[in-house]
């Protein structure tokens, strides 16, 4: 079964440290996420992109973030300074088009100390 | 804003019970409604998921059902068993289009007691 792969798995940054994180996409897919999820809290939403530019972003998703996809495969997520309120475990998911499920990567658990 | 509240926050079963676990949302436009288990430090999972324009959907153990006009959806799990075990998400999206973001439940932990 396809998957969408997350890498590191594990980051540990200091705090205003820039981190990316890195997400492979199911390869026929085309639309692709970003979520976070604090210790213990729900999932919560920050960006999604298709065709090459972001198409919605939520209030968390402010300017020390961005999202790249840099050469037809791998997705990024860049935090520019990172906070201490920044550590959670970041997931990405990609969707296939007329269809609603995601597949969600395994995760990035970043610790900002 | 967009919102779903989900409950309970915690829930114990004895193995072979039924578990029920309920949301709601308040965006009426929303029209896809998926269910997520997570285990421990693991990603969340897809177990089920129901569309609007239906009212109930089964596979196996596991059932959600959907009332649009109360906005409520709730899954149901059958004959629970310890495996079973685990953080159960709700989420609601509006569906199609180039966002359809999820908008996730608060999470329900499910301890299921052999």
């Known amino acids: 079964e396809p998957e969408v792969t997350q890498t590191p798995s594990h980051q540990v940054t200091q705090m205003g440290q820039e981190v990316i994180l890195r997400c492979v996409p199911i390869?026929?897919?085309?639309?692709f996420y970003w979520y976070r999820q604090i210790l213990g809290q729900k999932v919560e939403f920050l960006v999604s992109?298709?065709?090459?530019?972001?198409?919605?972003k939520s209030e968390i998703f402010d300017d020390q973030f961005s999202v790249e996809r840099p050469d037809g495969s791998n997705f990024t997520l860049k935090i520019r300074s990172t906070k201490l309120e920044d550590s959670a475990m970041y997931f990405c998911?990609?969707?296939?088009?007329?269809?609603?499920?995601?597949?969600f990567g395994s995760g990035t658990r970043l610790t900002v100390v | 804003g967009e919102n779903v509240e989900q409950h309970p926050s915690t829930l114990s079963v004895q193995e072979g019970d039924s578990a029920v676990i309920k949301c709601t949302y308040s965006?009426?436009?929303?029209?896809?409604f998926p269910w997520y288990k997570q285990e421990l430090g693991k990603r969340p999972q897809l177990i089920i998921d129901?569309?609007?324009?239906?009212g109930e959907k089964k596979d196996q153990r596991i059932a959600v059902t959907l009332n649009k006009t109360a906005k409520h959806f709730s899954l149901h799990i059958t004959e629970t068993q310890p495996e079973d075990s685990a953080v159960y998400f709700c989420?609601?999206?509006?569906?199609?289009?180039?966002?359809?973001?999820?908008?996730f439940g608060t999470g329900t932990l499910l301890a299921v007691q052999p």
């Open positions: 998911a990609s969707r296939d088009r007329g269809e609603n499920g995601y597949t």
């Open positions: 390869s026929n897919h085309l639309y």
């Open positions: 992109f298709y065709n090459n530019e972001i198409s919605e």
């Open positions: 965006d009426s436009a929303s029209n896809y």
């Open positions: 129901i569309r609007s324009n239906v």
């Open positions: 989420a609601a999206s509006k569906g199609g289009g180039a966002t359809n973001k999820l908008i």
